[in-house]
């Protein structure tokens, strides 16, 4: 053997926190113990797998193809471990799912929720990445599915859509802004927005989007979800780019004014990402089939927007029937 799973762990845990010293602490090892391992790996595989710098360790090429295949790896003896949990302790699966803010904070939930008391043998961690991330870790086997919304590209992925996600502006209903048909979001950007934490991928999406236009967002204040946003906005303390379903949802408890976005990117592909489909667990290829089943139905999220949509629609129908009918007994009189 060249190398045994404490090898891989301890060379995954380097690569993640780039220290030898701090890698020796997590895996309880000496600092001696530890070194030793790895030139121990790189004297078995002929190359150096590290550069060793005076502010930590990084990885040589080789470094990081053994990287890829140590993670594949362990990701397989995870497989393999949630496999055997059956016959100790009832549980038959784990699938782990990497997906962005309004998947973690609004739909998942509900869906996951629903598929676990289906599936009571089958455990599930749910984690919020930013897209790149998430695309990175399928690529590098720490996750069985991604969820994420507009363009993906991943090479060597299987993309799979299952519905779509609207971006809207959400204002208080005395803001300047708040009757406003639709507005393109460069034009909110004189105003203070309330925004998500600095991890979340919403976050990363709209400073993007602001400095490729050479502006800046006059963040207020950020805070950890949708509805923190929302009860901020709905005081005034600023406006709040938020998806439809969050904005439309929170509608009905708050007083809040919800404005469209004229931008093409405001309506987003929500996608689920995989390295093959086929080689998913049965568990997670449930999960994956379920996913769709419950978007293709619409989530009550969608029903509300779709309920208010229509209720809208009505309300703008009767008050031009009105202006009409008033405009005729004017002209007649």
Request: proline fraction near 3%; charge should be neutral.
């Amino acid at each position: 053997m060249l190398f045994d799973l404490t090898d891989l762990r301890l060379f995954i845990l380097i690569a993640e926190l780039n220290s030898l010293t701090r890698s020796a602490e997590r895996m309880n090892l000496s600092l001696a113990a530890t070194s030793n391992r790895i030139k121990e790996l790189e004297s078995r595989f002929g190359t150096r797998l590290l550069y060793r710098e005076s502010k930590g360790v990084q990885l040589t090429p080789a470094g990081h193809t053994l990287l890829h295949h140590a993670q594949l790896f362990m990701q397989q003896v995870e497989h393999l471990k949630s496999d055997m949990q059956q016959y100790n302790n009832g549980i038959k699966g784990y699938i782990r799912i990497f997906a962005n803010t309004t998947a973690v904070t609004e739909f998942m939930p509900e869906i996951l929720g629903k598929f676990l008391a289906i599936h009571p043998q089958v455990n599930v961690a749910l984690e919020e990445r930013l897209n790149h991330d998430i695309l990175r870790g399928i690529q590098e086997g720490t996750a069985d599915i991604g969820i994420v919304a507009g363009p993906v590209q991943g090479e060597g992925l299987q993309i799979l859509n299952f519905s779509t996600d609207r971006l809207v502006l959400a204002t208080a209903l005395e803001h300047p802004l708040a009757g406003a048909g639709s507005i393109p979001f460069l034009d909110t950007l004189e105003y203070e927005h309330i925004g998500l934490h600095e991890g979340s991928t919403l976050h990363h999406f709209l400073n993007k989007i602001v400095s490729e236009h050479g502006q800046r967002l006059k963040l207020r204040i950020q805070v950890r979800s949708f509805e923190a946003m929302c009860r901020m906005i709905e005081t005034n303390v600023g406006i709040g780019i938020v998806p439809r379903s969050a904005a439309q949802r929170h509608q009905q408890t708050m007083q809040l004014a919800v404005v469209e976005l004229s931008d093409p990117w405001s309506v987003r592909e929500r996608s689920m990402v995989f390295q093959n489909i086929d080689t998913l667990s049965p568990h997670a290829r449930n999960l994956v089939d379920f996913i769709r089943e419950q978007m293709s139905q619409g989530t009550d999220d969608d029903k509300v927007v779709l309920l208010n949509t229509e209720k809208a629609e009505k309300t703008e129908k009767t008050e031009s029937t009105e202006k009409k009918s008033a405009a005729r007994q004017k002209k007649t009189a």
